[in-house]
């Protein structure tokens, strides 16, 4: 059997400012909502031009308290072909960034931000 990763789920507590966030820091596009208010809930799902991978967010509506993180997962990563600009364009919006990192003995490939809930993404040179 063949597997085609989908997308991935995380919750959020305001969805406009984790899809603002999600499209203005990565250029991602929304590609689907779902609204189920009877059940109190929204899926809002994101995706790169290419459209081979989404991540979901889950807008739970009475969720009152931030969520927690856990040590389990750690984070998403994306590729660009200029890491040094893509660096600056996301320092200058004002996101929590690293600085640029290499493994040991590597030169800088590199680096991560924070989205508004916390979720960490890895933005790596291509």
């Known amino acids: ?10 919750r959020v507590m305001d969805l406009d400012k984790s899809v603002d966030f999600y499209k203005k820091a990565l250029s991602l596009e929304e590609v689907k909502r779902r609204d189920y208010p009877d059940y109190k809930f929204t899926l809002v799902y994101l995706s790169d031009e290419n459209r081979n991978f989404e991540i979901e967010l889950t807008y739970n509506y009475d969720t009152e308290k931030p969520y927690e993180m856990g040590n389990g997962f750690s984070h998403f990563a994306l590729t660009v072909s200029d890491l040094e600009e893509s660096y600056e364009f996301h320092k200058n919006m004002g996101l929590e960034t690293t600085d640029l990192k290499g493994l040991p003995g590597e030169k800088p490939k590199y680096y991560f931000i924070t989205d508004p809930d916390g979720y960490k993404i890895e933005i790596i040179r291509s």
């Open 1 to 10: 059997m063949n597997y085609k990763l989908e997308h991935a789920c995380i």
